[in-house]
């Protein structure tokens, strides 16, 4: 079973279920042990590059940083928690330090469950997997879809337009009130390109019958099989054993909305 053949509306409702379950818990083995055994998953049963991931990975790894960092240097604490460091008016205490922890791990966990979801699932297969299985509107999903094909073309016609100002003598802005001068030599050409795009986009789905009805014939059809609900079924239940080991280890705690 591969994560790149799960139905991705399923895949998605996993996904949104296992960040509801862990951001109920606060505790610093919970979000550990789903962050290892997410890891785990997308690299034994998703054709996922390591490079890419770790890419994508470590400017989060660098937020939960700041964020442990700043729940310790900033965290409040009672007189009855056990004190492991003073300097100062800086006091670090053993449940203050679990409570960085926890939060910093969260964000992990909820990054490795997103990038789980993002890097095994193509765009175009998640637009028809929720117009065919979440009734999403076809004028808004081919109108997203549109847009994301776009994107490329939008960052072609940029290089262009910045080749031929730079071959015909236009200097590179400087000064802000310069800055402000290029951006709208960009963003009018721009913005004209992309409206005779749409235009042309739409007269063309007109032209082949296109009136965005909700009972409408697909050609490539998103099923839904057993083995998209035991994907849901496994990772939700990674989640509750990881709950249920932290609760048999002793550190298990629920969220009361403060740090």
Same mark, same amino acid.
């Given at each position: 079973?591969?994560?790149?053949?799960?139905?991705?509306?399923?895949?998605?409702?996993?996904?949104?279920?296992?960040?509801?379950?862990?951001?109920?818990? /606060?505790?610093?083995?919970?979000?550990?042990?789903?962050?290892?055994?997410?890891?785990?998953?997308?690299? $034994?049963?998703?054709?996922?590059?390591?490079?890419?991931?770790?890419?994508?990975?470590?400017?989060?790894?660098?937020?939960?940083?700041?964020?442990?960092?700043?729940?310790?240097?900033?965290?409040?604490?009672?007189?009855?928690?056990?004190?492991?460091?003073?300097?100062?008016?800086?006091?670090?205490?053993?449940?203050?330090?679990?409570?960085?922890?926890?939060?910093?791990?969260?964000?992990?966990? /909820?990054?490795?469950?997103?990038?789980?979801?993002?890097?095994?699932?193509?765009?175009?297969?998640?637009?028809?997997?929720? $117009?065919?299985?979440?009734?999403?509107?076809?004028?808004?999903?081919?109108?997203?879809?549109?847009?994301?094909?776009?994107?490329?073309?939008?960052?072609?016609?940029?290089?262009?337009?910045?080749?031929?100002?730079?071959?015909?003598?236009?200097?590179?802005?400087?000064?802000?009130?310069?800055?402000?001068?290029?951006?709208?030599?960009?963003?009018?050409?721009?913005?004209?390109?992309?409206?005779?795009?749409?235009?042309?986009?739409?007269?063309?789905?007109?032209?082949?019958?296109?009136?965005?009805?909700?009972?409408?014939?697909?050609?490539?059809?998103?099923?839904?099989?057993?083995?998209?609900?035991?994907?849901?079924?496994? $990772?939700?239940?990674?989640?509750?054993?990881?709950?249920?080991?932290?609760?048999?280890?002793?550190?298990?705690?629920?969220?009361?909305?403060?740090?």
């Amino acid at each position: 079973m591969l994560l790149h053949d799960i139905n991705p509306s399923i895949k998605a409702l996993a996904v949104v279920v296992c960040v509801l379950i862990l951001s109920v818990f /606060f505790d610093p083995v919970t979000p550990s042990l789903t962050l290892v055994i997410t890891i785990a998953v997308t690299f $034994m049963f998703g054709r996922v590059s390591i490079k890419k991931w770790l890419l994508l990975f470590s400017p989060f790894l660098f937020m939960a940083f700041i964020y442990i960092w700043s729940a310790i240097l900033f965290s409040r604490s009672a007189e009855e928690e056990t004190i492991l460091w003073t300097w100062g008016i800086l006091t670090l205490t053993e449940e203050g330090f679990q409570r960085a922890l926890s939060l910093g791990l969260r964000v992990l966990s /909820f990054t490795s469950l997103s990038l789980l979801f993002i890097l095994t699932t193509k765009p175009t297969e998640f637009l028809l997997s929720l $117009m065919q299985q979440c009734r999403l509107s076809p004028k808004l999903a081919y109108g997203i879809m549109a847009g994301y094909r776009f994107l490329p073309l939008i960052k072609e016609e940029f290089e262009i337009i910045r080749s031929a100002h730079r071959i015909r003598g236009v200097s590179k802005a400087r000064s802000f009130s310069e800055k402000i001068a290029e951006l709208k030599r960009y963003a009018v050409p721009l913005l004209a390109g992309a409206i005779r795009k749409a235009e042309r986009t739409a007269m063309a789905m007109e032209s082949k019958g296109f009136t965005g009805d909700k009972n409408r014939q697909f050609y490539h059809k998103i099923t839904v099989s057993k083995k998209d609900w035991a994907f849901f079924a496994i $990772m939700v239940s990674a989640v509750l054993l990881s709950a249920y080991t932290s609760w048999q280890l002793g550190y298990l705690q629920l969220y009361n909305g403060e740090l």
